[in-house]
């Protein structure tokens, strides 16, 4: 079974609770206005990797306490991060899965794919970016209109302390010279901070 993904992160530590590993999947339908990764939309981009392949690689990659899949649109591949998801959490990692989707939508989707992403998933940020509500004050979400669902017990203890968690971004330069980050930020911190950098 494959996955098409736009990126992988080995570790993380913006992505989620903890140190993660982060499978930035390839392909959304969604398309929010003002998106800020609309290159994850078209989903002939990226590049695909084995399931299987990808489980061996994080679980022989650096520790860490769970594995993120943020998009695109993670329930547009949930076949395929269903089985991942199933094999990292038997290995004692959480999951935590973005959608633009609302969690209602799904449960109620019929869709058995759509049932056995959620049924593995931790943490669950769903509704899809609205730019006319932008609101990067709660950790790892960008508009007010997003929720947190905690679907197991894992990080419950979290709940009530979600305003104490800080957005944060992580800046790494390629072998090649290219500047990529990751995380959550507004505009004009991004553009505060490569300005800095030129």
Not at 9 to 27: H, N, S, Y
């Amino acid at each position: 079974m494959l996955l098409r993904v736009h990126r992988f992160l080995p570790t993380t530590k913006v992505e989620g609770p903890g140190i993660r590993a982060c499978i930035q999947v390839q392909g959304c339908p969604i398309h929010c206005a003002g998106c800020a990764v609309p290159f994850t939309w078209p989903e002939d981009g990226g590049f695909t990797m084995g399931v299987d392949q990808l489980a061996e690689q994080i679980l022989q990659g650096p520790a860490i306490e769970g594995v993120t899949f943020l998009g695109g649109e993670p329930f547009a591949q949930a076949q395929a991060l269903a089985r991942l998801g199933k094999i990292l959490k038997q290995e004692g990692l959480s999951v935590m899965t973005f959608t633009g989707y609302l969690l209602e939508n799904l449960q109620q989707s019929g869709n058995q794919d759509y049932l056995d992403l959620l049924a593995i998933t931790d943490l669950l940020i769903d509704g899809p970016f609205q730019i006319e509500h932008l609101d990067t004050s709660r950790p790892w979400v960008g508009s007010s209109n997003q929720r947190y669902h905690f679907l197991t017990e894992r990080y419950l203890h979290l709940k009530e302390r979600m305003t104490d968690i800080p957005n944060r971004l992580e800046v790494r330069l390629t072998p090649d010279g290219r500047v990529m980050v990751n995380g959550l930020a507004e505009v004009g911190d991004l553009k505060d901070l490569f300005r800095g950098l030129l």
